[in-house]
Antibody
Framework: EVLLVQSGAEVKKPGESLKISCQGSGFNFATYWIGWVRQMPGKELEWMGV????????IYGPSFKGHVTMSADQSANTVFLQWSSVQPSDSGTYYC??????????????????WGQGTLVSVSS | SVLTQPPSASGTPGQMVTLSCFGASGIVGGPLVDWYQQLPGAAPKLVIYNNHQRPSGVPDRFSGFRSGPTVSLRIDGLQSEDEGLYFCAAWDDRPPKSYVFGPGTTVTVL
């Protein structure tokens, strides 16, 4: 079974650092782009970007470039999403996603056919 | 949002419901549209990709159509377990390039 399992909920204060994770299983992790999608409390979805675990090549969504860092540990089939200083506006649920192999390249990405269970991030003073 | 969707739709069990997604024709670079279902308390799930393709395991009650500028998701034989949020999405190749989601339509089974 293809699975993406994410780390647990986080409660942070503004200015703190944060790193959440997503571990894949049931598929060849080295041959897929893996991405992140944010869902704010108002329920709209936002594409944050994707990473190629093999060489850590990253395509960031325009709203997130410079604000978050995606990284990967291919040997552990795990990708990470990191903030150096979280803000209340970063509160939301973050989903790890896997696009279909043939639908993601260095220039476009769609068909998100596998989703993690979500990681709830709450930032408040 | 580049893509727009009506905020709500409803039907009784057994009815057909059609959800629309507007704006995909304005997206440059092959406006293939995906549809996601999000049931209460769950992660979204891909139910239609590339306008009309159905992933393995998705009931054939779900079908996707494109007619000119409008893309639609049809649910035949509506069931109580279909109640939830439905998002359309597509790759927008115009700068800044991104995968964009519609705001979602809430489906209520009466």
């Amino acid at each position: 079974e293809v699975l993406l399992v994410q780390s647990g909920a986080e409660v942070k204060k503004p200015g703190e650092s944060l790193k959440i994770s997503c571990q894949g299983s049931g598929f060849n992790f080295a041959t897929y782009w893996i991405g992140w999608v944010r869902q704010m409390p108002g329920k709209e979805l936002e594409w944050m970007g994707v990473i190629w675990p093999g060489d850590s090549d990253v395509i960031y969504g325009p709203s997130f470039k410079g604000h978050v860092t995606m990284s990967a540990d291919q040997s552990a089939n795990t990708v990470f999403l990191q903030w150096s200083s979280v803000q209340p506006s970063d509160s939301g649920t973050y989903y790890c996603v896997r696009p279909r192999r043939e639908s993601c390249s260095g220039t476009s990405c769609y068909n998100l056919d596998t989703w993690g269970q979500g990681t709830l991030v709450s930032v408040s003073s | 949002s580049v893509l727009t969707q009506p905020p709500s739709a409803s039907g009784t069990p057994g009815q057909m419901v059609t959800l629309s997604c507007f704006g995909a024709s304005g997206i440059v670079g092959g406006p293939l549209v995906d549809w996601y279902q999000q049931l209460p308390g769950a992660a979204p799930k891909l139910v239609i990709y590339n306008n009309h393709q159905r992933p393995s395991g998705v009931p054939d009650r779900f079908s996707g159509f494109r007619s000119g500028p409008t893309v639609s998701l049809r649910i035949d034989g509506l069931q109580s377990e279909d109640e939830g949020l439905y998002f359309c999405a597509a790759w927008d190749d115009r700068p800044p390039k991104s995968y964009v989601f519609g705001p979602g339509t809430t489906v209520t089974v009466l």
